[in-house]
């Protein structure tokens, strides 16, 4: 007896494989997320896990801060059924997820030192950079630089993927921004990847488990009565996966014709990765700038973030996280129409751009204390 594939449905209901995937992705995840976060809630409650208030903390009460167990539940069950071809393409991807998963969980939890969770990300970077080969491998021509020896390669790519990742959990600190987001980042990468041709199809759908996902866990993140936080489980998670996909991305650029030519040409293509991918990026930079001119460590936790500026103009949190995903998307259009101009100028506008935005409500604050 053959082995079932998703595929055959097509021959049963006549319906494109790729489609068919696409929707059961999105649905199957959504309620997957929908119907597990209910009763991990009630496990929080009942054994006291909670995420309390603290002085750098934008949120009063203690909340349950498991929901990345559902995020995590739902994507690694839907995306091994509807793209089982990333996870034979690449066989560390899994792995890395689940130690990811592991030390989020245990920090949620039990809160783990810096160094260990430090740790654990190396591992899951060196393993899907060296052993599935996910790898910056060009700068392309930013800098002057183009192909990176497979060392450096390999290096650069571990030290972007913890950056990324920490950077998206450190914008995860008011209701709905680090979910909108990615939410956001993945709309952005369907996109891209659809215009590149079939071959992206796995990457589309993976994407579009983590929107299922992110849409019904958005559903508890606002409610007043059921909050629920993503914590580090879920957006080590998440941010390892936007991370994931914009190296897929790029390496889609570096694929070679029979005569030795690029399939796709995009000097721009690492320019867009950051445009996506921006407002993690730049409120890192900005909060480390901000701590170095104080005279402070880099990683001294405060609450100069972003979203701890905006909420000091006295915005709500959906307000606050509506306005820096706009600020987001327009920045990823701005990259998308200027695409084809030269990408140091491209580089140059991307980050003008976010800092303009990181630095706003200070302006803002500045100006209103000068008209008092």
């Given amino acids: 007896m053959n082995e079932f594939d998703i595929r055959d449905l097509k021959n049963i209901f006549g319906i494109n494989s790729f489609y068919l995937k696409c929707f059961l992705g999105l649905v199957g995840s959504f309620l997957l997320t929908y119907i597990s976060i209910p009763k991990i809630i ?55 997820i689940i130690i990811l998963f592991f030390i989020g969980l245990m920090d949620d939890i039990l809160v783990v030192t810096p160094n260990k969770k430090l740790y654990a990300q190396i591992i899951a970077s060196l393993m899907i950079s060296i052993g599935s080969n996910v790898r910056i491998g060009s700068f392309f021509g930013i800098f002057g630089i183009e192909t990176l020896p497979y060392g450096i390669s390999i290096i650069f790519t571990v030290i972007i993927f913890i950056f990324l990742i920490n950077a998206y959990n450190l914008v995860d600190g008011i209701d709905g921004l680090a979910s909108g987001i990615a939410l956001l980042a993945c709309c952005a990468f369907i996109f891209t990847f659809w215009r590149l041709g079939s071959i992206n199809y796995p990457m589309i759908v993976l994407a579009l488990t983590i929107i299922g996902s992110l849409l019904a866990f958005l559903r508890f993140n606002f409610n007043k009565k059921y909050k629920i936080f993503m914590g580090d489980t879920g957006s080590m998670i998440i941010g390892f996966l936007l991370s994931f996909m914009g190296i897929k991305f790029l390496n889609l650029f570096l694929i070679l014709s029979p005569f030795g030519t690029p399939i796709y040409h995009l000097q721009s293509a690492p320019v867009i990765v950051i445009a996506i991918l921006i407002i993690p990026i730049i409120d890192t930079i900005g909060v480390f700038i901000i701590r170095i001119l104080k005279g402070n460590s880099p990683f001294r936790g405060d609450k100069n973030h972003m979203h701890h500026r905006y909420l000091r103009l006295g915005l709500d949190h959906k307000k606050v996280s509506l306005i820096m995903i706009s600020e987001n998307a327009l920045i990823i259009l701005t990259a998308y129409f200027l695409r084809h101009i030269k990408v140091h100028l491209l580089l140059l506008i991307i980050l003008t751009l976010g800092l303009i935005f990181s630095f706003l409500p200070l302006l803002i604050t500045k100006s209103n204390k000068n008209k008092n």
């Fill in 42 to 96: 009630k496990i929080s409650y009942k054994k006291d896990l909670m995420a309390l208030p603290g002085e750098r903390s934008s949120h009063n009460k203690r909340t349950p801060n498991l929901g990345g167990i559902a995020i995590f539940y739902s994507i690694a069950i839907m995306s091994s059924i509807c793209a089982y071809e990333l996870f034979s393409s690449y066989i560390f991807l899994f792995s890395s």
